[in-house]
């Protein structure tokens, strides 16, 4: 079946960029998303990227994709202690997403 | 629209005891989703219904699980007999599906604690 991986931990300074990486096995996708999760709450749609792009920019994010070698990345600009949360990777085909098991970003000051 | 609203926002109960979780997907959404979360396990999907319909329920992890979804504004997700490893936070989210990205919207979850 689909598989969505992404590391489990990112330790950043403020002021940093962040990257954070993630692979995802199901070729048909057709958007890619980052979904943030703050403490005590649900997911959140952050940013998404169509299949066809290679890269999208939002602000302070970056999102990167690589369809060849199925690999998505977002890159947050000037890390912010507002930034540290669960971010999860998710792709989606037919209606159902594929959840990574999201890499929690913590931001020191 | 308010988004998706999941209650109670916070249960405890005994193990064996039945749990009732509720949701109301945003309204004009066909795609409802029921997920758990904890930290061994992640983000693990139960069950997806479209249109009302259970479409996949292969991550329901035993028959102790079920659920519902009896109109479009309303779902149930039930565990009967509960059990301290049910714990977990439960979320609800839906989506429309034809909508330019498939976006799902999460409710704030449901906090499980079977004692």
């Known amino acids: 079946g689909e598989d969505v991986e992404q590391s489990l931990f990112l330790s950043v300074r403020e002021g940093d960029s962040s990257v954070i990486n993630c692979t995802y096995t199901d070729s048909s996708s057709t958007y890619l998303y980052w979904y943030k999760q703050e403490p005590g709450a649900g997911l959140q749609l952050l940013t998404y990227i169509f299949s066809n792009m290679d890269m999208k920019q939002d602000q302070r994010l970056t999102v990167l994709l690589n369809k060849k070698d199925k690999h998505l990345s977002l890159r947050i600009a000037d890390t912010q202690t507002g930034d540290s949360a669960i971010y999860f990777c998710a792709d989606t085909n037919a209606g159902k997403s594929t959840f990574g098991d999201g890499t929690t970003l913590t931001v020191k000051p | 629209d308010a988004g998706v609203i999941q209650s109670p926002r916070h249960e405890v109960t005994e193990m064996g005891q039945e749990v009732t979780l509720r949701c109301k997907p945003i309204?004009?959404?066909?795609?409802l989703f029921w997920y758990r979360q904890t930290m061994m396990r992640g983000l693990e999907l139960l069950i997806y219904?479209?249109?009302?319909?259970?479409?996949?329920d292969s991550g329901m992890p035993e028959d102790r699980f079920s659920a519902k979804m009896p109109n479009a504004s309303f779902s149930t997700l039930k565990i009967q007999p509960s059990e301290p490893r049910d714990s977990a936070v439960y979320f609800c989210?839906?989506?429309?599906?034809?909508?330019?990205?498939?976006?799902?919207?999460f409710g704030p979850g449901t906090r499980l604690t079977v004692l």
């Open positions: 309204s004009g959404h066909d795609y």
């Open positions: 989210a839906s989506s429309e599906r034809g909508s330019l990205t498939d976006t799902q919207y």
């Open positions: 219904f479209n249109n009302n319909v259970p479409i996949d």
